[in-house]
């Protein structure tokens, strides 16, 4: 939880008015309603607890292509992944779990770009 600035796992993260505030001070807009809020919290079943927490594990390793004012994520490292899934003693059912998220996440950083 550390990595996601909170300390109560269950509930959803807010920005308040003075992160708000400092945001501004950095020249950073934030759109009316940013932040979490329960339209955010999603459960996750056992069955893809180890595929979830490892497509997590991965948020540093995407492949990017950076230009003028734009980020493209082409998709993981799989050399990465691999490595990941192998120290976690993972097997072929998170590989293919993890093929259908990154997918679904080349799909939403797509629209983002435009």
């Keep these: 939880m550390a ?7 269950t509930a959803p993260a807010t ?26 919290v999603f459960e996750i079943w056992d069955i893809n607890s180890r595929s979830f927490e490892a497509f997590v594990a991965l948020q540093n390793q995407w492949r990017v292509l950076a230009g003028f004012g734009f980020v493209a994520h082409l998709g993981l490292d799989w050399s990465a992944a691999d490595l990941l899934l192998r120290r976690r003693s993972l097997g072929d059912r998170e590989f293919e779990d993890l093929l259908v998220m990154e997918e679904a996440a080349l799909e939403i950083f797509a629209e983002e770009i435009g």
């Design 3 to 9: 990595r996601c600035g909170r300390n109560e796992d």
């Design 15 to 40: 920005i308040d008015e003075d992160q708000r505030a400092e945001f501004a001070e950095l020249g950073v807009s934030l759109p009316a309603g940013a932040g979490r809020n329960e339209e955010d």
